[in-house]
């Protein structure tokens, strides 16, 4: 018997994966709602298939300054998914930073795309990619290792050459914060330092919403992030990490500085959401995440929630060079083996 991805990772075939968050697999075509565009698909056969990357997902673009690289998760090669060779994470690029011209012409490993970093994918190991961001001429990958919604460890990577190679940095243990330090995302700001949002990956599991911060030169030391808590009087630096967002079970998230303020992306695993990719701006890597989240706009809801509608979206990856009047994301959708690759979308937000 064929067994999927969430089957060989989790023990829960596709069909059970779905229920097990409420989600039926064939309801819900896709609508458009009025603000936010459907852009078309990046990944598939048509796209990427010639590159060794015809079932892919995530793919977390960033700006190489020769083009976009889009870091995708787990990929496979054969007639549908789950067959031929497994890699994750991998890189596609995009010769144009366009933002309305995106189209994958080629891949890190010529016209085969490889795997980035070492992970033979042995009893359904993978390693999955949380963010990947630009600091000056250096890219930095982040990596969740370990069996799907299991993370046994994550570790950080770095390249010189635009994504090409990557060398290995620093990791942290998968239980650190209760786990609350796996899922990381990075915005960097002007001031010298990133700011990192994370999260458990599990989504179902409650989970803390954390906020770090570590200078620019020291990203790969785990000693150099630094909490931001609530001490029972106020906020500050170097208190112990406490939620600044509510804790429940938390999908995708990204976090990005831009324009002057903060764009905070996550997938709302709520059944109560609709399933949703939602957006919300913030004027400081400190605002108040609560009062955000409240005015947060609905990009793309597995039910009508007032975005685009597709089924079974996740993810929900800013596109570098976008604004707070044109923001892009990139949305994942599985639905089936022949269903399992990625979107663009553009909004305001």
């Not at 947060?296 to 039910?303: C, K, M, R």
Request: net charge negative.
């Amino acid at each position: 018997m064929q067994l999927s991805r969430r089957s060989l990772l989790t023990g829960l075939g596709l069909g059970a994966a779905a229920a097990a968050i409420g989600v039926s697999v064939s309801e819900a075509p896709e609508a458009r709602a009025a603000g936010v565009r459907h852009l078309g698909r990046l990944t598939g056969p048509e796209q990427t298939g010639h590159l060794g990357a015809a079932w892919t997902d995530l793919c977390i673009p960033v700006d190489t300054n020769r083009g976009m690289l889009f870091i995708g998760g787990d990929t496979f090669d054969g007639a549908k998914l789950f067959e031929g060779s497994w890699r994750s994470p991998i890189g596609l690029r995009s010769s144009s930073t366009d933002l309305y011209n995106l189209r994958i012409d080629s891949a890190v490993g010529g016209n085969h795309a490889r795997g980035l970093v070492h992970e033979p994918h042995h009893n359904g190991m993978t390693a999955l990619p949380s963010d990947v961001f630009r600091v000056g001429d250096t890219l930095y990958m982040h990596l969740m290792r370990g069996r799907l919604h299991d993370t046994h460890h994550t570790d950080f990577w770095r390249s010189d050459d635009q994504g090409e190679t990557w060398h290995y940095l620093c990791q942290w243990p998968g239980d650190m914060l209760g786990g609350a330090f796996q899922q990381k995302t990075y915005a960097v700001a002007d001031d010298g330092y990133a700011y990192v949002l994370s999260s458990r990956f599990n989504r179902s599991v409650d989970s803390q919403l954390l906020l770090h911060r570590v200078p620019l030169e020291r990203l790969g030391e785990p000693a150099a992030y630094e909490p931001w808590g609530w001490n029972g009087h106020q906020w500050g630096w170097g208190v112990a990490a406490t939620s600044v967002g509510p804790v429940q079970p938390w999908g995708e998230i990204q976090w990005r500085a831009m324009n002057g303020a903060y764009a905070l992306s996550w997938f709302d695993t709520r059944k109560s959401s609709g399933y949703t990719v939602k957006a919300a701006r913030l004027a400081l890597p400190t605002s108040n995440i609560f009062d955000a989240m409240g005015s947060a706009t609905p990009l793309v809801s597995h039910f009508p929630r007032g975005g685009a509608q597709q089924k079974n979206p996740y993810g929900g990856f800013i596109v570098p060079g976008s604004t707070f009047d044109n923001f892009h994301v990139i949305v994942s959708q599985w639905t089936s083996d022949t269903e399992y690759w990625v979107h663009q979308y553009a909004a305001s937000i």
